[in-house]
């Protein structure tokens, strides 16, 4: 019997694949979960006791959230990554190093093809296929869901047909869930005017009072939250979750160009994503030159479009990445944060790197670092080469 090592979440596409492995095309399924930080041990158990309902031979939970920080998410923070100014790469980050984990798990049992979950529509099906094809190229990719073009309410309507208990409610939308942000797809989001109801949203809306609260980083990395140190940065993002998920911040709909050349549209709940990179984007602003601020920006676009797009291997990565994490070397300090349902206000930040120093003058008002003679002297000098332009040309103009 071949082996096949399934990425399996627990939620429709993969619970369909690994029934449909297992009972009509009679592989040995061995399922592997893939934790990136999205998953409560409840939601763990439960997903674990589904799998082994479906006939699989073994179900397996890898848990790399830690991993994915070092090897992913610091470098979206350093970039302040938002896909279109407005996605976290919630989840295209992620399918990254689950690929890459898969790819490694299969090499390790021996097994002679790996499946997957992705639609042909989408952008996870070119993800995973360009990791193993680079990682394990000679083994087999399945694709069952891709492969027999199939529908969420066909999927829906074969697990009844077979037994399977789950809830085909939920199930009618696509969640993936990490550490980095939730998304959310359904049937409003196939559509160019509608918005995801209220039930849809994984995390309640329930707070309505604000607060605010603190963020510190250390050369970039977020490592206390309220002015209490964590000993590594996923603590720190999950803090930051835990207070700002429940005002419902961090929703939105990301419209942008897929890998294969279409426009999608997914929900995404991101709380914690947006709220560290907006305010380590602050933070920068106070300790970052000019310049370094302008090539950050034209590296973290690249960057950002290149991870998304399922280049993680490509040796450029890491060229970018040294420059990212070489930038942070003076992005220390504090930022204030107000929450408040649906939204956040960065109010500011305190930093010994901060440019901002009063002893050098403020800004509108009076300056220490130079005199007024110096000013104009600059002046006629930095516009020098555009006033002889428009002398030169008006002269031409008038003969």
């Not at 619970?15 to 297992?22: I, K, R, V």
């Not at 070092?70 to 989840?91: A, D, H, R, W």
């Not at 649906?342 to 930093?351: A, D, K, M, V």
């Not at 130079?370 to 516009?383: M, N, Q, S």
């Amino acid at each position: 019997m071949k082996k096949v090592v399934l990425a399996y979440s627990g939620g429709l596409d993969t619970t369909f694949c690994a029934l449909h492995l297992s009972k009509d095309l009679g592989y040995e399924v061995h399922a592997v979960l893939i934790n990136t930080g999205g998953f409560s041990p409840e939601e763990l158990n439960e997903t674990e006791t589904r799998a082994n309902s479906l006939g699989i031979s073994s179900f397996t939970i890898l848990d790399v959230t830690k991993t994915y920080y070092q090897e992913v998410i610091k470098f979206l923070v350093f970039g302040n990554v938002l896909k279109n100014q407005t996605y976290p790469l919630s989840v295209s980050a992620e399918r990254i190093l689950q690929a890459k984990t898969l790819a490694e798990y299969a090499k390790n049992i021996g097994a002679k093809c790996v499946a997957h979950g992705s639609t042909g529509a989408g952008n996870d099906q070119v993800r995973f296929d360009m990791i193993f094809q680079t990682i394990v190229p000679d083994i087999e990719i399945i694709t069952p869901i891709r492969d027999l073009k199939l529908s969420r309410e066909a999927e829906i309507e074969y697990l009844k047909k077979h037994g399977v208990s789950m809830n085909f409610e939920k199930a009618a939308y696509s969640i993936n869930k990490g550490i980095w942000g939730t998304s959310v797809g359904g049937k409003e989001t196939l559509t160019s005017s509608q918005t995801l109801p209220e039930a849809a949203w994984p995390t309640p809306a329930t707070k309505t009072n604000s607060e605010e609260i603190s963020l510190t980083f250390e050369k970039g990395e977020l490592i206390g939250v309220n002015d209490k140190k964590y000993e590594n940065s996923v603590d720190a993002i999950l803090k930051v979750n835990e207070l700002a998920a429940p005002y419902g911040i961090g929703r939105d709909i990301h419209v942008g160009d897929t890998i294969i050349g279409i426009k999608g549209r997914v929900g995404f709940e991101a709380a914690a994503p947006l709220i560290i990179i907006k305010s380590h984007q602050l933070l920068e602003k106070h300790t970052l030159t000019k310049w370094q601020t302008f090539w950050k920006n034209q590296i973290s676009e690249f960057y950002g479009n290149h991870l998304h797009e399922g280049h993680y291997l490509d040796p450029v990565m890491r060229n970018l990445e040294a420059f990212l994490a070489d930038s942070q070397e003076f992005v220390s300090g504090k930022v204030k944060v107000s929450l408040h349902p649906y939204r956040f206000q960065l109010i500011g930040i305190e930093s010994e790197h901060d440019l901002m120093a009063s002893k050098f003058g403020s800004y509108g008002e009076m300056n220490k670092g130079y005199t007024a003679e110096d000013v104009k002297g600059f002046t006629r000098i930095l516009g020098n080469q555009t006033a002889i332009f428009h002398q030169v040309n008006k002269s031409d103009n008038e003969n």
